[in-house]
């Protein structure tokens, strides 16, 4: 007999199927046994209907446990009252295992407790649409740019500088000498702009930080973008279609996810571009009149970025921050060289930041004086400086945050629900 | 003026554009200039023509170099003769930068040479056909798996336990803790299998092995299936199709690159499904024949791989290995529990193994036993045993690696080139 996935069951109406799954629940009612059974794809109702009260399918079914696995067949049959439109009348049904004491129950848990059993909680309805919701972002990211003839480029994870400070890297041996974990593939790219023009990266990155916030992991996702001869302005646009993009695949694709979320999805909706763009100079002003007591000169906490996020509707851009809070690659800019043409995408709704970037530094001259003033090791750069030597040009790119991203489209407190196995502070397990 | 990429010039037939590139290379014929311009997207003739000698033109041509950067603008003209059937008469130059000594010429550099200038040599006609195709395999393998409804779940890179052994790991310090940079997300792949069903996870994984080989790279790209329910036979089937598919999508989408590398594409649009399948037992009994010294019990390196490789047109599998040559969450075979339900599919034409995979243990029992004849920490793996206790199913997946892949179908002597940034042996550098 075919086995088939629950998610293709409309193709099989009237057929005789099989499938292979967990048990999800199951109930009585009178002559009939009910159990919904998951198989990763979607969850469908399975019956078992008889006169005998001993029939062997019903002492079968009074074995059956949250999570025992199981492999039913029987036939497909519409029927409205079933919880997707369909449901299985089985007349077979082989129990591989049945799951003793299975430590997710319907009741509520702690979330420390859930975190613990991560590999199990994943099982679980919410846990399912923020992940499948994450997939489709991630899609949605690549034939963005794929779409958009940017050509994807793997940057190395091990690199043997570090592109944003010292101090919170991942360090390991590579033979006879230290390595780093990247923090970004933003030094890499700009190489490979030089090559190919449009370019992005998407992979894992890595921040030490011992930070214990609602918006940090110790391994990210990030994917970015970086484009030969653009400027601060094309980016600033090119980063309102990806979001926009990310948006409008989302909703048209993941309505059933963002159902089960509960997700209100206007805000998202009546996103528009051109999105606000103010001055760090000007932000900072906005928070002042807000009550922070944020400083010109400082950098932007969380506290900073929530606060900006409920000023408006849209994602905001800031930029022209301050050049000592941002990296040494940063273009000055022309008429306030104590400004960098950087740019933060904060998120609506609360959230924060989701993209950094900007203009990097094309003269060499310039970024010869930077990496020395930023006590830098030049020898460990003399391959990003020689991107300035030999045919160097205006260029741009960013960073966008997958975890963040996640969150924000799902509306979640915390990014530790957005990827499987999140790493963070001192938790490394499962 | 509007902007373009060379990509697009046949849209732009007898309009003013504007091109933002580096000089490829160039020559004067009388009384015309020619410019060939890349802009990473690909290469144009620009021509000036003028009866003076003294053209403002003329002297900017006569300044440019190899690699340095800049902006013409001029009408775009059909002409059968130019390159790709396209060439822009100029009227307007900015040169950006001129580019002194670009370290690359024409001529022949030695491949150390080229490697420590991997940075630039990625500008090079072959190696942006190689990463092209490198790009639309990724892109082909995630299309696969998207579209037969697996869902992509990014596994970790810093994990707390080895899953292959741990000679070869890179260590790093998590906080209070020690970290291993993964080899593998398949233990992870089993947790979300039985989650959603199909899975895979596509990212860096990395091997410190102190292999100088042309098939080994210290971080390498691993695309990994994984399927509840499935057994050995279910991911031969999967991974040949996902080989035929990749052959078929660069066939299809990259003739120009296939053409530039002089790849023969017969011996890749010859092979079919399915693919030879041998036991281990014969494998052996082959390659003795064929002169290998090899012993029953030893596992396959590079040189009796190539052997295998060459006995076969089209890809080979190889099936149920000795256990003890194998990973520990191997399912042994019913009949011969020395042996295991693994299978390695070996690349035609001397290229090596490109996927390794198998059925896995699913039985408690089994696995604990396993875990103590490994000798390996049972508290790192009291996660992955939860499998066993909570619905456990048969299930089995594979890896297919990236690189190998690449050079493999672009016909490569040597990894190296299959990836923006190679890291090898000793090798961090750019």
Chains 1, 2 share one sequence.
């Not at 000007?282 to 900006?308: H, R």
């Amino acid at each position: 007999m075919k086995w088939i996935y629950i998610e293709e069951i409309a193709n099989y109406k009237d057929q005789d199927v099989e499938i292979r799954g967990w048990v999800y629940n199951k109930r009585s009612s009178g002559k009939v046994r009910f159990i919904l059974v998951r198989d990763g794809t979607g969850i469908i109702q399975a019956t078992i209907s008889s006169e005998k009260n001993d029939h062997p399918l019903f002492k079968k079914f009074d074995l059956l446990t949250q999570e025992s696995s199981i492999i039913l067949r029987g036939r497909v049959r519409e029927d409205k009252r079933a919880p997707n439109g369909y449901e299985l009348n089985i007349d077979h049904m082989e129990i591989i295992q049945i799951a003793k004491d299975y430590p997710i129950t319907p009741k509520e848990h702690s979330t420390p407790f859930l975190m613990e059993h991560r590999h199990l909680w994943l099982r679980s309805k919410k846990q399912h649409a923020v992940l499948q919701i994450r997939a489709e972002i991630i899609k949605s990211i690549r034939d963005f740019f794929d779409g958009r003839g940017f050509l994807l480029m793997d940057t190395p994870v091990l690199t043997p500088s570090a592109c944003e400070g010292t101090t919170t890297l991942f360090e390991t041996k590579y033979f006879d000498q230290n390595a780093y974990l990247t923090q970004s593939g933003q030094l890499y790219n700009e190489a490979t702009a030089m090559a190919f023009g449009k370019v992005y990266c998407f992979g894992p990155t890595f921040r030490a930080e011992k930070s214990k916030t609602r918006r940090h992991l110790m391994e990210f996702w990030m994917v970015e973008p970086e484009v030969a001869f653009a400027y601060l302005k094309d980016i600033i646009d090119l980063g309102e279609d990806l979001i926009l993009n990310i948006i409008e695949q989302v909703i048209k694709n993941n309505q059933k996810q963002l159902d089960i979320l509960e997700r209100d999805t206007k805000p998202l909706e009546n996103i528009k571009k051109p999105f606000p763009c103010i001055r760090y100079d000007d932000a900072v002003k906005l928070l002042k009149e807000k009550g922070s007591k944020i400083q010109w000169g400082d950098d932007f906490g969380s506290p900073e970025e929530t606060l900006l996020s409920q000023i408006f509707d849209n994602p905001v851009c800031v930029t022209h921050f301050p050049a000592k809070i941002k990296a040494f690659y940063m273009q000055p800019d022309d008429e306030r060289p104590d400004l960098v043409l950087g740019v933060d995408v904060i998120a609506s709704e609360g959230y924060g930041e989701i993209i950094g970037g900007g203009q990097r530094i094309y003269d060499l001259k310039l970024l010869e004086q930077k990496i020395k003033e930023y006590n830098l090791p030049r020898e460990a750069y003399e391959w990003y400086i020689d991107l300035r030597k030999y045919g160097t040009v205006p260029h741009s790119g960013f960073g966008l945050g997958i975890e963040r991203t996640v969150a924000w489209i799902c509306k979640l407190k915390h990014v530790r629900e957005t990827i499987p196995f999140p790493r963070l502070l001192y938790k490394i397990y499962p």
